[in-house]
């Protein structure tokens, strides 16, 4: 059985991620979504926590119908030094054989540890971008269309949206 | 929805783990199963990494054909305060309404936090039971018969049943 | 009794700071001052270690006659995760039903908590503001004029005003 | 002026811990109080969070009509490493120049920074001990005469009585 | 070059340490002695910092005319997860072939990491260990013949030996 | 004897901290020299592991036929808290009486701390910094003149040329 690694902080998890998960799944027999810096939240770059992003992927997977023994959802945690964090990942994984990343520390760090890396094909990647559906969130900009209809209901439902805002508000004026 | 969280260390999962899912999973419609003290592995009484357990509970789920939609697994590590520990759970997981445990510390921390406890129903607990898989291991004792036949061949490929045994061993001689 | 939080980090503690200490006692039967991240120092924009500011602000009130009955003067470090601050600030004061802060942040963390937020009542912010004292100090530019008289006694004292002008120093020349 | 350093875990803070106090006052003109293992609580030995000890404290030495000018109450956490510890304490304390501790690696510790360190004149430690306090908690045996009557009446109020006892009930059975 | 990596607490560096040091240092060119638990301090099972320890470990084999050009001191904290000590060792140190340790947690974790493991020739086991000199030193009983000369001399002066007795005093008396 | 302590990140060790530890040893009978900011590396900034750049300072010395017996190296990571940062690195380095540096911070803590506080007469130090030496291994532009022959090999045989080369990747287009 091949088993693959997908590592991204999904925030939040957008159309573009549901094609590439639906792309490596032609390649593995597994997916392990890595949920990163799972520790982050209420930030503007890094607004839902682990917990959020995790009912999210399962509402976007299951909406496109993709069953859930195809793949792992595991939140993972930055460590302060980038050369254990490889091991850390394995800790808390199953076993994987490749690894999918365009992110240059990530991919930097599995090669050195000898795993295979390969990159992601985004789709569509200047319009399906986390840093754009935040940015649609700030500005009222039709952020809806960049989700999944799952995911941007959820959003509104747990008040995603005035948590994004009220984090912009410059507390000087 | 009615989500249940049910947390436990699994080091391993037994057959005594499979029974409480399945009841559990008559309560709720989607179950939360934390792989608590995530951290440890490698001790005589915590063998296992998270991603192992979380390995060993899809493999024994998988087997008892139970629908991997109707649950979550998530790792969460210890925290130096009890005091955050609840929030922990809560951010790294899907919302939940109610938490089965048996273990009183878990139990009051969930209460003073204002969720509904309950108590686990567990299956034979004198002979279904972590501790006593790890002994037999130790001892040679017939430890495969309280574990789903899946995750005791996993426990045998992934050479668990040495590392226990040399973990016991004594420096001293 | 009604308890209040008024959080801040306080680099240094200021007049401004002393009259919003008045005006909110006048809401509240205590309050509790948090010395937010506690853990800073040595720094240009985080001169002064918690110790150092909570003797700042025993000092200023003392000298406005305020009676260390009516408060608490609590430091509480930051964490990794936002998502269990709050938690950690109940774990470390006496309870509180309502927090005062301008921070958004803050802000939006304790409202998700359930608690009541309300605005600081600023005295005169563009004066009265720690980032002009740092600055007035570097520059040697009248920011005694800015502090409690015993306050800015005491950061002579402790040889503050050296060390933020020792850290200001480029290290490349 | 001259200001002493009392380090306890004040779990709970009992009738010994304030004729320590009133005592201490008589040597020193301002006392800081330290909470030491200040992220402890939920736990047999540790029941009580460091803002519940703070508030005991509060409370206690109010009821005694000691003035809080002449005392700060600070909550310390542990640190992993011993060979900090006394400079974690400075850091986050008004300065000091004498110790009362009677425990041998606070006494140790605060020697080689330096410090003068004095024996803590207990008062009847046979009977007032936090440890006795909490025995005779869970055994129901009278431990209200132990504590000032506003510390025993909090206490109640918070229901730290049913905390205790339900974090002693075994999970096994 | 082969290098070789000797793992211990060295509390204290003794005479059998020594020897295992001049027997490595015939099966490889080069050894690194890892000073482990370096965070640890002032306890009776580990009253010596990690500095000391590496004063002590120079002493020792300059007193023994071994040249440092074949052997690197370097102090390796403990880790909340034993799955990514050996990645910390390996972050800290200069690259190595080969392990040589008693310890079955250690030989478990290197030899899964890929490593050669050997076990270390202990010299009379029985007399020299770490265990026996501390217990001297507390019981007063010829503690200094189990160190090199240097060693005893260091410790003597550093005050090592009243640290280790003052911490063993009981604080309940 | 007079111990003396150099600070630096090494990332990488080059010709002009080669001069430094010279002209130190000079003045001092035995240098410590203290790899900071021990736990990180992948990044641009701080490409190499400490165990890395302790290979290149021995490398170097050795190369130079500095004596082994004059200096020790010892990794120190940096701390949440300024405030016990120098007494981190006294519990993890013998003794010493003076410090050499030029960064603001580490002079001003070890001032506070009471030690003597030298600058670093450094060596040409608009060509011969660590900084240079990465802007160089990006730009493919005469790099290796910078750093001492063995330091140059060593850095190609580990692979460190790719790895800065890599890291510097966007991974945006």
Chains 1, 2, 3, 4, 5, 6 share one sequence.
Do not use: C
């Amino acid at each position: 059985m091949k088993r693959g690694l997908f590592v991204g902080r999904f925030q939040p998890f957008h159309i573009g991620h549901v094609q590439v998960v639906k792309r490596l799944l032609k390649s593995v027999d597994e997916l392990i979504i890595v949920v990163g810096s799972s520790q982050l939240s209420h930030e503007l770059n890094n607004p839902f926590t682990a917990g959020e992003r995790i009912t999210m992927i399962r509402y976007a997977l299951d909406e496109e119908g993709i069953n859930p023994k195809q793949y792992h959802v595991i939140p993972v945690p930055d460590v302060t030094a980038h050369a254990v964090w490889v091991n850390q990942v394995i800790a808390l994984t199953p076993s994987f054989s490749i690894v999918y990343s365009n992110e240059p520390l990530t991919r930097r760090l599995f090669k050195e540890a000898g795993f295979k890396v390969e990159n992601v094909p985004f789709y569509h990647r200047e319009t399906y971008s986390a840093t754009e559906v935040r940015k649609r969130i700030l500005n009222d900009g039709g952020w809806e269309e960049l989700l999944p209809k799952s995911v941007a209901e959820y959003i509104k439902r747990m008040d995603g949206v005035s948590r994004i805002r009220e984090l912009a508000v410059s507390d000087t004026t």
